[in-house]
């Protein structure tokens, strides 16, 4: 399974895979051949399609060598693109899109015995993806759709029209899968939704989603609430009391910016300004001090002139973000942006874009700085840190989601799910180390859950899902922000 783009579409891939084995596929040892390989694709990025067909091309002579394998593509890019992914890549079986995930082992079979590409996209959701099987990539730390879909009309955005319009679940769907997760291991959970804190609107409910919040609060045994992404315009003052006012929502926030130029905002059709997303940011470090924002920065956006970038770089200043997904604006076809006038030389755009990772590397890399001699509490994970095991390290989240790399000594290694206390003895822009050792472990059943998992015998037998490695480029980096992060 390769995932391109953001968490909705990591836990749609969740779902691909708990549709697959439900329907008798086995996951695919790292040193085989697969007979499946499906992408779940991003439309988001210019680039997308690059990729997509990039590993297609590298998987041909793969598939020519191992008779019976399939692929199938879905997601955003195969909604957007449908037939034309099987013109230029002929070689694929399946072409299926956001609305119908739940097609895939049908159209897979289809495919088998028909012997021939099939292409299913459906323009409306057939069912919510919540009520499909689903294989959670970790059973500590669970993602759970709120909503799905987007009824903001920004000029950059392809993604409503490739994920629809807003639905909503109803609050005790939410808080029912909820508590079973909490009751198979997980003391983490990330509400997600194209745009979160608009929860409600299709059932008229404007505070539905601080409701929400503290009602997760109330859930036993649920010790770690996040959420993302939450839209500027839709941010009021009763989530804020929410999220201050219930112990288990964690002190962070990622609130896309995309601009700090109101003029340009308003050419994004972003609803709000400058000074309403400063008075946000005000507002949540009035009531949560110690909280870390993250946003999602564009450069680069049709006209943007240097007064416009210069009002960026001041809010980001100002609001002192913990870290910012930066992106150099990427022309999407069929978006009102991509034909406006005023389209940027690309050595502008990357000119102004250093100067944005220089400005907020500095920043992160103070606010990172001023945690040096705390303690913090780390939610310890699995295979968040490439060099851990030559460094003898462990890595995990604190509260507020700041990555911290730990020491390990002594015999009893804390297990992921477990909770550690280490104290911070240096920081980088990106991150965060503690080699004092740690202070207290707190085994927890998320760690226990996590054993079990891995005591588990497994087995070999059966078609093998995944994704060869012969002639496939590096993985991409990990998906960050949700689909705000253009």
């Known amino acids: 399974m390769r995932t391109y783009g953001c968490q909705m579409n990591v836990h749609d891939s969740e779902r691909l895979s708990g549709l697959l084995e439900d329907a008798g596929y086995k996951r695919a040892a790292e040193d085989s051949t697969p007979d499946v390989v499906v992408f779940n694709t991003c439309a988001v990025r210019e680039n997308a399609d690059n990729r997509l067909y990039g590993n297609l091309g590298h998987l041909r002579p793969v598939k020519d060598s191992h008779p019976g394998m399939q692929i199938a593509v879905g997601g955003c890019l195969a909604q957007k693109d449908r037939g034309e992914i099987v013109r230029r890549a002929p070689w694929v079986d399946v072409v299926f899109g956001t609305h119908n995930i739940g097609s895939l ?5 289809r495919s088998r015995v028909q012997r021939e590409a099939q292409v299913e996209i459906q323009e409306s959701l057939e069912t919510f993806p919540s009520t499909l099987p689903t294989r959670r ?73 601080s409701k929400l919040l503290r009602a997760c609060g109330e859930i036993e045994g649920l010790e770690r609430v996040r959420f993302t992404s939450p839209h500027p315009r839709d941010f009021t003052d009763d989530v804020i009391a ?78 002192r973000f913990a870290q910012a ?65 030559e460094r003898r390290r462990l890595s995990g989240r604190a509260p507020d989601n700041r990555l911290v790399h730990f020491a390990v000594d002594g015999e009893a290694v804390p297990r992921p799910g477990d909770l550690v206390t280490v104290g911070v003895t240096y920081a980088a822009p990106h991150h965060l180390v503690a080699d004092a050792g740690v202070r207290a472990v707190r085994r927890t059943r998320a760690g226990d859950a996590w ?15 995944g994704m060869p490695k012969v002639g496939v480029p590096d993985p991409l980096p990990a998906a960050t922000g949700g689909c705000s992060a253009l």
């Open 105 to 109: 082992p049908a159209l897979l079979e």
């Open 137 to 209: 990539e970790s059973v500590y730390a669970a993602w759970v759709s709120i909503s799905v879909g987007c009824n903001n009309t920004c000029t950059f955005c392809i993604v409503p029209s490739l994920r629809g319009k807003e639905k909503d679940r109803r609050p005790g769907d939410i808080l029912a899968e909820i508590r079973a997760l909490v009751a198979e291991g997980a003391i983490e959970v990330t509400l997600l939704g194209q745009n979160v804190n608009a929860y409600g609107s299709e059932f008229g409910d404007r505070q539905a989603f």
């Open 242 to 319: 929410a999220m201050a006012e219930t112990p288990n929502v964690m002190p962070q926030l990622h609130m896309p910016l995309q601009s700090g130029s109101s003029r340009v905002l308003k050419a994004m059709r972003r609803s709000y300004r400058q000074e309403r997303f400063l008075g946000i940011v005000e507002k949540v470090r009035a009531a949560m001090p110690e909280a870390a924002i993250t946003t999602d920065i564009i450069v680069g956006f049709p006209g943007e002139t240097e007064e416009d970038f210069e009002e960026t770089l001041k809010v980001v200043r100002e609001a």
């Open 325 to 389: 997904f930066t992106f150099q604006y990427s022309k999407r076809p069929g978006t009102p942006a991509a034909t406006m006038e005023g389209q940027l030389p690309k050595e502008v755009v990357q000119e102004r874009y250093e100067r944005l990772v220089e400005l907020q590397d500095a920043i992160s890399w103070e606010e990172n700085r001023r945690l040096v001699g705390r303690d913090v509490e780390v939610l310890v994970a699995e295979g968040e840190g490439r060099k851990d095991g």
């Open 451 to 465: 054993e079990a998992r891995n005591a588990a015998p497994q087995s070999g037998s059966g078609v093998l899902l």
